[in-house]
C-alpha cells in the first residue's frame, strides 16, 4: 500500500538538522520511504473560496509498505511528531 504524509505545520519546537538527518537517514535504511519535499507557495484553480493548504501543511512524504505498524513506529520518531507536532497519514489507494 502506498502512503502520503502530510506534515502539519504545527510543532511545539523547531527540530535540529542533527533530527532531521537522523530521521531521513531511519527512513531510508527502512526501505518504506519513496520521497518528499517540503511545500513551497501554492496556486489555487476554480472558482470555490478553499483555505491554502500552505497555512497549515508545510511538508510531505511518500511511503510503500505492507506493514502499516512498522510506519507508524517510523513516524511517531518523526521531528515534528517529536516536537509535538501532527503528521497526517493518508492511503493512496490503486484505482
Do not use: Q
Not at 520521497?35 to 483555505?51: F, N, Q, T
Not at 512524504?61 to 511528531?81: I, N, S, W, Y
Amino acid at each position: 500500500m502506498e502512503y502520503i504524509a502530510l506534515i502539519h505545520k504545527d510543532a511545539d519546537h523547531e527540530a535540529s538538522r542533527e533530527e532531521w538527518d537522523s530521521f531521513f537517514k531511519a527512513a531510508g535504511a527502512s526501505g518504506m520511504f519513496r520521497g518528499g519535499s517540503a511545500i513551497g507557495h501554492s496556486c489555487k484553480l476554480g472558482e470555490k473560496e478553499a483555505p491554502s493548504m500552505t497555512e497549515y501543511i508545510g511538508g510531505f512524504m511518500r511511503f510503500d509498505t505492507d506493514e502499516l505498524a512498522k510506519l507508524l513506529e517510523l513516524l511517531a520518531e518523526h521531528p515534528v511528531t517529536k516536537h509535538g507536532g501532527t503528521i497526517e497519514l493518508c492511503e493512496m489507494p490503486l484505482t
